[in-house]
Nanobody, 127 residues
Framework: QVQLVESGGGLVQAGDSLRLSCAAG????????MGWFRQAPGLEREFVAG????????SYEDSVKGRFTISRDNSKNTVYLQMNSLKPEDTAVYYCAADRKPFLDIVSIAQKMYDIWGQGTQVTVSS
């Protein structure tokens, strides 16, 4: 079955770092752009970062730019989100998602473009 499995979340203090991982199975990973989204309690799910199928293009939400880095290893069918200088407002469930792009090395920030979603991993940042 097609699946995305997130890992690496946890409870940290403000200023700490975490690296999230998303392992993909049951799909041809190299033809999917990948994205990270997050949802805090009572709020809508929001775009965080995205990366094109080859890694040639990335996009970030303004509040995480300069702190978070998205990367991928197509040989391992895995996408990562390195999160540095974490803030309490980063607290959310973080979701990995896949957007099929067989020909173009582009990335979308619109979550409606993403067809496949993981179950999420909790990130909690205490002050």
């Amino acid at each position: 079955q097609v699946q995305l499995v997130e890992s690496g979340g946890g409870l940290v203090q403000a200023g700490d770092s975490l690296r999230l991982s998303c392992a993909a199975g049951g799909l041809t990973f190299s033809i999917y752009a990948m994205g990270w989204f997050r949802q805090a309690p009572g709020l809508e799910r929001e775009f965080v970062a995205g990366i094109s199928r080859t890694g040639g293009s990335t996009s970030y939400e303004d509040s995480v730019k300069g702190r978070f880095t998205i990367s991928r290893d197509n040989s391992k069918n895995t996408v990562y989100l390195q999160m540095n200088s974490l803030k309490p407002e980063d607290t959310a469930v973080y979701y990995c998602a896949a957007d099929r792009k067989p020909f173009l090395d582009i990335v979308s920030i619109a979550q409606k473009m993403y067809d496949i979603w993981g179950q999420g991993t909790q990130v909690t940042v205490s002050s």
